[in-house]
């Protein structure tokens, strides 16, 4: 699906696939790593999808703004849309998330070769603490 000889490389994929999906790809052990970040996981009630919010960072200023915005816009943790889509079937495919050929339609529709996933945490969570054992396994998984 290469353009004009160039893959297509996304990155925005970038806070999942979610926590419960990873954890089925960890170790014992790491799992027990895991553990003791309990007191920062997040069930969402609508889905039952998890994630971690431990280390969390703030984004008060947008590219380009020479000041911080008063206040942070968060994104969907309340069932709110972020995105509107025009129609239905443009919409991203729930399952992506647990079925790679769920996952490679929503890329062909979007004309991306390559997904850059990367653990399910609050950006940066994983990346902010000491365990680099477990951030490696994260990213494993």
């Known amino acids: ?16 696939p979610h ?15 895991l553990d003791s970040w309990e007191p920062w996981k997040f069930v969402d009630p609508s889905n039952g999808h998890s994630w ?4 969390t960072r703030k984004f008060l ?6 000041e911080p915005e008063k206040e942070q816009k968060r994104a969907s943790r309340d069932g709110e849309k972020v995105r509107k889509y025009s129609k239905e079937e443009d919409m991203p495919r729930p399952q992506a998330e647990v079925d790679p050929a769920e996952r490679i339609k929503d890329m062909d529709q ?22 680099v054992e477990l951030e490696a396994a994260m990213y494993r998984a």
């Open 19 to 33: 926590a419960d999906i990873l954890e089925g790809y960890l170790s014992e052990s790491e799992k027990r790593r």
């Open 110 to 131: 979007e004309g991306v070769d390559v997904n850059l996933t990367l653990p399910s945490a609050w950006f940066g969570a994983f990346t902010a603490d000491q365990d």
């Open 52 to 55: 971690y919010t431990r280390y």
């Open 1 to 16: 699906m290469a353009k004009n000889g160039f893959k297509i490389f996304d990155c925005d994929t970038h806070i999942g």
């Open 61 to 66: 200023r947008r590219l380009g703004s020479a």
